[in-house]
């Protein structure tokens, strides 16, 4: 799969938990709700897992995934030096 249609897929489910989010803010009993919320945050999970593996990481938690990418380093007192 290709970089844009990978975001571009990313970007819908996160649309789609944000609404849920929204959802559960007026309706935080409705178990279907809850569900959904969950099952669509351990497929993005697995999305942005699969993006930072294939090209970079899209975030700080996502960059431990291959190594090679060193966000904590840096001339900053509270980075990390490498």
Request: glycine share 4%.
């Amino acid at each position: 799969m290709d970089r844009k249609r990978m975001l571009n897929d990313i970007g819908i489910v996160d649309f789609a938990l944000v609404e849920l989010m929204l959802f559960l803010d007026t309706h935080p009993d409705n178990q279907e709700a809850i569900d959904y919320f969950n099952y669509y945050a351990k497929v993005k999970a697995k999305m942005m897992q699969e993006y930072s593996t294939t090209f970079e990481p899209l975030t700080k938690e996502y960059a431990a995934v291959n190594n090679k990418w060193k966000w904590n380093c840096g001339p900053l007192p509270w980075e990390g030096v490498c």
